[in-house]
């Protein structure tokens, strides 16, 4: 049984930086891309960025690129997404994802895991 559980979210000034945090039990994850996904009132669950967590290969979403650095500890199971530069548009509830076979990284739908999410509010 997955479980992913986040925690770091919080309330930061425009241009501040927060760290995420998405502690990961279960089973082995050698073949599993682990995800963050955001989602605000106004929009569906959007792609933020992933990892896959043998190779350490990462994606981004265009709007985070250059801002966001996601990273995993494998000894501690943890995925790590540091953030940087935030900007207002960055509010919303952070979501760790944790899926195998994942086919397009970028798509909520392919993950079958997922944790409670964390608010992140970054004021202007």
């Known amino acids: 049984q997955v479980q992913l559980v986040e925690s770091g979210g919080g309330l930061v000034q425009a241009g501040g930086s927060l760290r995420l945090s998405c502690a990961a039990s279960g089973p082995p994850f050698s073949d599993y891309i682990m995800g963050w996904f955001r989602q605000t009132p106004r929009k569906e669950r959007e792609f933020v960025s992933a990892?896959?967590?043998?190779?350490?290969?990462?994606w981004y979403a265009d709007s985070v690129k250059g801002r966001f650095t996601i990273s995993r500890d494998i000894a501690k199971k943890t995925v790590y997404l540091q953030m940087n530069s935030l900007k207002p548009e960055d509010t919303g509830v952070y979501y760790c994802a944790a899926g195998r076979r994942v086919v397009v990284v970028s798509t909520w739908s392919s993950y079958g895991y997922w944790g409670q999410g964390t608010q992140v509010t970054v004021s202007p």
């Open positions: 990892i896959g967590w043998s190779g350490g290969t990462t």
